[in-house]
Each structure stands twice: as C-alpha cells, then as structure tokens.
C-alpha cells in the first residue's frame, strides 16, 4: 500500500458512526495528493452539509487560506453544482512552517474543510461538483487541479461521512474561553501609514506554544508576528505591515487573528477606524 492510500484507509478506519444521512464521494488522486467530497443532512429537512476532504503523502503539505510569506491560496470552484449554491468553504486553523527561508501556514497529512451552502431544498437530490485548485509542496512545490463529483439523494446513509463532517466543524477554531484562551485586543502602535506596527494581545496558559496567525487584507503584508512576552498571562505579539503598495485603505479595514496552542484554536476579526482604534467584529 503507497502512503497516500495508507493514509486515506486510516482517515476512513478512525471515523466513529453517528445518526444521519449523508454521503462520500470517490478519491480524486495525483501524485501526493488526493481529495473527496463528503456530504450530509443531519436531520429531515434540515440544510445541506458539506466537506472536502484532503489527504497528502508523508512530508507533503498544502496551504491555509492565507499562505504566508510563501505558497499557492486554495482556491474551490462549486459553480457547476446542482441545488447546491452559494458555497462557502471554512477551514481549521493551520501549521507554520519555517524553512529558514520563508513561513508558511500549512496543513500535513489531513484535513478536511467545511461547506455550507447558501441556497439548496433539502427536499431534492444534491450534484456537488468541485474543482479544486492547490498548492503542494515537499523540496519543491507544485500546483495541481483536481476535479471531484458526489450525488445526494436525500435520506442516503453514510454515518462514516457524518462523523467527518461533524468533526470538521468542531475543529474550526471559535471564539475561545473567555479570560483564558481568546485574542482580547488589537491596537496600533507605531509606524507611518504605508509601515504600521501593530500589538496584539491573548490570553493564553502557556505563551512560549502560542502560535498566532495574521490575515489582513490582500495587499497588506504582515511580518511573521514577534512575541513580546514569554511568562505566564497575557501574551503580546509585535507585527509590521508592508503597506507601501496598498490600495486598501486602513480605514475600515478588517484583520483576522487566530491562535493555536495544545490543540487549540481560537480566533478574532477586528475592524480598525480612523485614528487607529481597533473594534472587535461579532461572529
């Protein structure tokens, strides 16, 4: 058995059965990396959902939704889907990698993503077509295009494709605990307008495995975040941002913090004003 196909049989063996209705899609496979679409009504009448499970070989990884200083974005296209519109893909919180050169927000091994769709009758049989485009990388990296279909007939059973699904969103990373893993605050602190400097601040039982990641908008490009503190209590993170290109104005613009530590995950949008001032987003 290759890698690849060990470790497909092993993200279908760990699944434990749950009630429902759903189904999986068949392995679309390149070298190193394969993907599937599971789908699910959990209830009667209840929405369609989704998810697009993704598997790499040994020392392969692919990118989050925002690369880092180096990698492909995902890009999934489920404009050729039947009753099924509006597809909106959500994603676990990633791993950095540094190769001495450039970091990177990745996943190795597994992931599988979450989707909703905005319009679908539940009353009717669901056509998922995906096509996928992403960035593998091992030595050298690698764009690939891979295609996946899945037919829905409402009330088809696949308790394996339930449980995938349901576990995909416990993973998505929430709000935290309130004063004890959560991003608590974000504030500018110096630098002209084409290089700010921002401070973010968590709560976090253990600091020196906190790790935080920055989304901001596309042509703003954040350093690596710096830690300030290392000792217990709130922990601080220095972050330039490279605005000299940018036609985004600071004004209204949205950045996301996600932070992961001990297996978990927590994140925070904030929108900044005028003079600076940060306010946290409702979810």
């Not at 597994?110 to 319009?119: K, N, T």
């Not at 009353?123 to 030595?139: F, H, M, Q, W, Y």
Request: with cysteine; glycine share 8%; charged share 20%.
């Amino acid at each position: 058995m290759t890698p690849l196909r060990s470790i497909i049989a092993c993200s279908i063996l760990v699944l434990q059965p749950v009630a429902g209705h759903a189904a999986s899609g068949d392995w679309a496979s390149t070298d190193h990396v394969a993907i599937r679409l599971l789908a699910a009504q959990p209830a009667p009448g209840a929405p369609l959902q989704a998810a697009i499970e993704i598997v790499l070989d040994p020392g392969w990884k692919t990118y989050w939704r925002t690369p880092g200083d180096a990698g492909i974005p995902p890009r999934f296209d489920f404009s050729g889907s039947r009753n099924a519109g509006g597809a909106s893909v959500a994603f676990p919180a990633p791993e950095r990698s540094d190769d001495g050169f450039s970091v990177s927000n990745v996943y190795h091994d597994r992931v599988v993503l979450p989707v909703s769709f905005a319009d679908s009758d539940p009353s009717k049989p669901v056509r998922l077509e995906l096509t996928a485009n992403l960035g593998i990388c091992a030595d050298v990296c690698v764009p690939i295009d891979l295609a996946a279909t899945l037919d829905v007939a409402p009330g088809a059973p696949d308790d394996g494709a339930m449980a995938a699904i349901t576990a995909a969103h416990a993973a998505l990373p929430g709000p935290g605990r309130a004063g004890a893993f959560e991003v608590t605050t974000l504030r500018r602190v110096g630098g002209s307008d084409k290089a700010p400097e921002f401070e973010v601040e968590v709560a976090t039982p253990d600091p020196a495995a906190t790790a935080l990641f920055v989304e901001m908008p596309p042509d703003w490009y954040p350093a690596p975040p710096e830690a300030e503190t290392a000792s217990a209590g709130p922990a601080r993170y220095r972050i330039a941002v490279d605005r000299k290109t940018a036609t985004t104005p600071l004004d209204g613009a949205v950045l996301r913090l996600t932070m992961t530590s001990a297996g978990e995950a927590a994140t925070r949008a904030f929108r900044l004003g005028a003079d600076g001032t940060a306010t946290p987003l409702a979810e």
